[in-house]
């Protein structure tokens, strides 16, 4: 496109930007010349009073009802920035991170035993399989004063689908790394919990003879503060309900039999244990607060 001789040119388009400040189109198509036409020379007269420029006229006021007329909004500048931004609105909430749960504070000698239906806890439920601590967990964590999650080894080992690597076709190394995983998950998720008000309680087939691999590990994914507890009932209790149990979480009664055995090392060990062989769900769980109540006043050295 040519442009006629003596129109400004255009200032180069800038990307993202509309026509420069300071080029018109009129600039760009020049016509006839605008104004007023020259007057003709007169003969001097008298002088005039200077006139004065006209007041400006008066608005109406408003009537007393029905819309008032537009008025456009100021242009934004020093004093007047213009609207303000209206608020985002996301949904994001910030949550304190999680970090190892601490050991609980000791109450004085004076103070009365602590009330651990309105504490915040993180109890973990050792047991053999067939000891009732998925069933005793999800009643203590469902009748409590306070907000508490139960969080399942065995339910987030399974979260793996395809791959899984059952124990019960023989424990290897494949089992062994989905149960460490499951168990740093676990702890992880304690930890977000507990920084945010909520108890929780594990659930773990942990062994006596493998410290490191069971209470130490643990620990260090939850914290010292992790206050542990064995059910442990009689053999013919966790034969019968492991009987009643189907899929990847029923054993035989060999593997049943062995685990217990293996349990009995808790004896001795300084934590706490309950028998629950003759005692019902909710009778397990009140004892179950009795006994953190102990814990909580002295915590175990473990």
Same mark, same amino acid.
């Given at each position: 496109m040519q442009h006629p001789v003596g129109s400004p040119l255009p200032? #180069? @388009?800038? #990307?993202g930007h509309g026509p420069a400040l300071g080029w018109s189109p009129a600039a760009h198509h020049p016509g006839p010349p605008q104004g007023? +036409? #020259?007057v003709p020379p007169q003969a001097p007269g008298p002088p005039t009073a200077p006139r004065q420029a006209p007041a400006p006229p008066r608005q109406a006021p408003h009537p007393a009802s029905g819309p008032a007329p537009h008025q456009p909004a100021p242009a934004p500048g #020093? @004093? @007047?920035p213009g609207p303000a931004p209206a608020s985002e609105t996301t949904g994001h909430v910030a949550l304190p991170p999680g970090g190892p749960v601490a050991v609980p504070s000791v109450p004085p000698a004076t103070a009365a035993a602590p009330d651990p239906t309105t504490t915040t806890l993180a109890v973990l439920l050792i047991g053999p399989a067939g000891a009732g601590k998925t069933s005793v967990a999800k009643y203590w964590a469902d009748h409590r004063r306070v907000p508490t999650a139960h969080i399942s080894l065995d339910d987030v080992r399974e979260w793996v689908r395809s791959g899984f690597a059952d124990p019960q076709t023989g424990w290897n190394e494949h089992s062994e790394a989905q149960y460490r995983l499951a168990r740093r998950t676990c702890g992880f998720s304690a930890r977000n919990f507990l920084a945010n008000g909520i108890s929780?309680?594990?659930d773990? +087939?942990?062994f006596p003879d493998r410290p490191v691999v069971g209470l130490g590990g643990w620990k260090r994914h939850v914290g010292p503060g992790l206050l542990p507890v064995v059910l442990l009932p009689g053999l013919d209790i966790v034969l019968e309900r492991n009987a009643e149990r189907s899929g990847n979480r029923r054993l035989t009664d060999e593997e049943v039999a062995r685990i217990h055995g293996r349990m009995a090392g808790?004896?001795?060990?300084g934590l706490p244990i309950i028998d629950n062989s003759q005692l019902d769900i909710p009778d397990t769980a009140h004892l179950l607060d009795e006994v953190l109540s102990r814990s909580i006043a002295s915590p175990p050295n473990w």
């Open positions: 200032p #180069p @388009h800038q #990307p007023p +036409a #020259p #020093p @004093h @007047h929780c309680i594990l773990d +087939a942990v808790w004896y001795g060990s």
